[in-house]
């Protein structure tokens, strides 16, 4: 039984196509990140999961049951984005209120209170007006309310939205601990580096549509890229580099650093022994890294990954109808 699953899911809002047939799958007890630009879609596919917004058409289900179902609710925890919570409340009046929709008996909610307060950081606060707090404590606040209840599911619109960068890392630490204790969240985040560290999966939602989707090994899989570089005043051998099947470039207008590509099933060793019998001193010679980041903006970008970001950029002008 999937956590959550949703098959070809669809919504309109009027005229503007919100979902266009998004088909994912989240097991127990991963970190899911769902990624996207403003407007993708990622709050409107949270906002039909907890019953907050009716599906169009499709199918969306949570925790084995339709997206809605109220007996659901009670093992979900939400934090939703740009959350507003009563100023006049303090942390701690404010998880009681929630603690007590959420059905938290009384001698729980005195226990487990102060107890979430401080997995987030806050208890030395909680008994300050919540207008008094900075928006990371804030933040904190939205986390500690939405694990309250002790959820199976967590969503986290945004979760270290305006958090520095020591609350980011307790944060993650967090979510790794809640992961390790079985529980299953569901992220939305524009922080590619943070998802990168955390999420198991990843999904990324370009207008609607579901454009990629896996582990982060396999969206970053190496796609097999050198930089390479020979000892000053040596001339890369371009032609025979070519000749063997090698596609590559310089990297720079004085052509002493090289981007080499490796066709399928090739290795870069043919082309190391080959500059080595040529009497040329290799330098510099490293595979090229494909980040999270780069997989994204080669999504939004219309760009294949690895290749330089102004060339993307130059691609995405002429290629795009945005
Ligand atoms: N209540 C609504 N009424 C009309 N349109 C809406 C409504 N909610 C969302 N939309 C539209 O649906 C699309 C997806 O919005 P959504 O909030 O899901 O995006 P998002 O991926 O969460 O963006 P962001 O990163 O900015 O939070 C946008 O075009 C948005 O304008
Ligand atoms: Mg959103």
Same mark, same amino acid.
């Given at each position: ?15 503007? *196509? ?11 007890? *991963? ?6 630009? $403003? ?26 049951? %339709?997206?809605? $179902? ?29 603690? *007590? ?43 500690? *309310? ?41 992220? $939305? ?80 060793? %043919? ?33 294949? %990954? ?17």
């Amino acid at each position: 039984m999937s956590v959550i699953e949703t098959r070809e899911l669809r919504k309109t809002y009027g005229r503007i *196509q919100a979902l266009k047939g998004v088909s994912l799958r989240v097991e127990k007890g *991963q970190i899911y990140g769902l990624l996207g630009q $403003n407007g993708a879609g990622k709050t409107t596919l949270i906002k039909i999961l907890l019953g907050i917004t009716q599906l169009t058409d499709g199918d969306a289900r949570l925790l084995d049951a %339709p997206a809605g $179902n109220t007996a659901v609710r009670a093992r979900v925890g939400y934090l939703p984005e740009d959350h507003q919570f009563p100023g006049y409340h303090s942390a701690y009046s404010l998880m009681d209120f929630y603690g *007590q929709l959420y059905g938290v008996s009384r001698g729980d909610r005195r226990q487990k209170i102060p107890a979430t307060l401080e997995l987030v950081g806050i208890a030395g606060r909680m008994h300050s007006k919540i207008k008094t707090y900075s928006k990371g404590m804030k933040q904190r606040l939205g986390i500690a *309310q939405a694990l309250l209840h002790d959820p199976d599911v967590i969503f986290l619109d945004e979760p270290t939205d305006g958090v520095d960068p020591v609350g980011r890392k307790e944060i993650r630490a967090l979510m790794a601990t809640l992961k390790d204790r079985g529980h299953t969240i569901f992220l $939305n985040s524009h922080l590619l580096g943070e998802v990168e560290l955390i999420c198991d999966r990843v999904a990324i939602l370009q207008r609607g549509e579901l454009v990629r989707e896996g582990t982060i090994a396999e969206l970053t899989a190496q796609k097999g890229v050198f930089e390479l570089g020979l000892a000053p005043s040596q001339a890369f051998p371009e032609h025979e580099a070519k000749a063997l099947g090698y596609p590559v470039r310089a990297l720079n207008p004085t052509a002493t650093l090289w981007e080499v590509g490796l066709t399928d099933g090739q290795t870069i060793d %043919p082309l190391v022994r080959m500059l080595v019998e040529k009497g040329l001193s290799l330098r510099h010679l490293v595979e090229k890294k494909v980040t999270l980041e780069d997989v994204f903006m080669s999504v939004v970008e219309g760009a294949e %990954p690895g290749t330089d970001r102004r060339e993307r950029k130059a691609t995405a002008v002429g290629g795009s109808d945005r």
